[in-house]
């Protein structure tokens, strides 16, 4: 029973520290440090190659850390006890085979093939009606999924022959039937219209508020992170920002985080203090301590 993982909101299930990465012979992140308690919707932003799949593939355990270490449950990536834990949405989710003879109905249901499955599996011997039951449970999960992502009448489409946006929507409800309460997407909404990412955006935070779901989304949307996500991480190799959605740098903050020179400095008005830590640059905006203005 799904009941029986329900993780105890603000129980810790991310530990990263002092993790760096490296690829082809160079570090690509650096001295990492974060925690994410159950019920977070974390945010990652940041610009092409700074990392942020990187850490993700990372905490999946696909890449080994140089240095530093990662906690998920408590326990190293990859252990045993995190089977079926953890849901991922790869960045490029779209790029499935071409000769995949599936529909979409079909593809989302694979998402169910969680850690409860042979759990499941065991009632059609033991009590039958318990099976019957959760069987119809999860036929109606599905097909409120397949609503939610935008593809109704697409149920019964082979993923084949759908267009691009399309695969990626199956992909993120694949993720959403999985019974995992850690959801790493890596920019989950390329090429998913405004409509269906909005109703995406809406169950992803209803399931971290009324299922203590965690979610750890990379995007590069920054507006619509900034509208749903409880925490924001901006990761330039390092991480640079860690907080609040709200207190999210305004953009000319972040060109000066980043080192970006105003090339008509005169015109900058919205210039701001920001303060540097070892490891996080906190920004103070203007007027609003700790808030964007
Ligand atoms: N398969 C790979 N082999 C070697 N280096 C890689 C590989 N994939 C990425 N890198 C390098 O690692 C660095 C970080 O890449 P990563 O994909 O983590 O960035 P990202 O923040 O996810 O970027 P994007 O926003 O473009 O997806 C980049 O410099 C990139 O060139
Ligand atoms: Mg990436």
Redesign the pocket.
């Known amino acids: 029973m799904a009941e029986e993982f329900l993780p105890v909101c603000g129980e810790e299930i991310l530990h990263v520290s002092n993790l760096s990465v490296n ?2 012979g ?1 570090e ?2 650096q001295d990492i440090n974060m925690s994410i308690t159950c019920g977070e919707f974390v945010g990652i932003v ?12 990372t905490i999946l355990g696909l890449l080994k850390p140089r240095i530093g270490q990662i906690d998920v449950y408590g326990k190293a990536p990859m252990s045993k006890a995190t089977i079926g834990r953890i849901g991922w949405v790869p ?1 490029a989710a779209t790029e499935l085979p071409h000769n995949l003879r599936i529909t979409v109905k079909e593809f989302i249901q694979l998402g169910l093939l969680s850690r409860n499955f042979f759990r499941q599996y065991l009632d059609f011997f033991i009590s039958p009606p318990a099976f019957f039951k959760q069987r119809k449970k999860n036929q109606i999960k599905i097909d409120k999924i397949i609503e939610t992502v935008g593809l109704k009448q697409y149920a019964n489409t082979m993923i084949s022959n759908l267009s691009g946006g399309q695969r990626q929507r199956a992909a993120i409800g694949k993720a959403l039937a999985s019974e995992a309460d850690l959801l790493l997407m ?2 989950p909404m390329v090429g998913v219209d405004v409509e269906s990412r909005n109703s995406i955006m809406r169950l992803l935070d209803d399931l971290c508020h009324d299922q203590n779901k965690t979610i750890v989304m ?1 995007s ?1 949307d920054l507006a619509s992170m900034k509208r749903t996500a409880h925490r924001m991480i901006y ?3 390092k991480i640079r920002y860690d907080g609040t959605a709200e207190d999210f740098p305004d953009l000319s903050s972040l060109a000066e985080l980043r080192g970006i020179e105003a090339t008509h400095p005169e015109a900058d008005s919205t210039k701001s203090d920001v303060t540097k830590s070892d490891d996080v640059v906190i920004i103070v905006s203007p007027g609003a301590e700790g808030g964007e203005s």
């Not at 190659?49 to 993700?56: A, D, F």
């Open positions: 690829r082809s160079n690509v992140i940041g610009p092409n190659g700074g990392g942020k799949s990187t850490l993700i593939l960045q890596d920019e990379i590069h990761l330039e190799h």
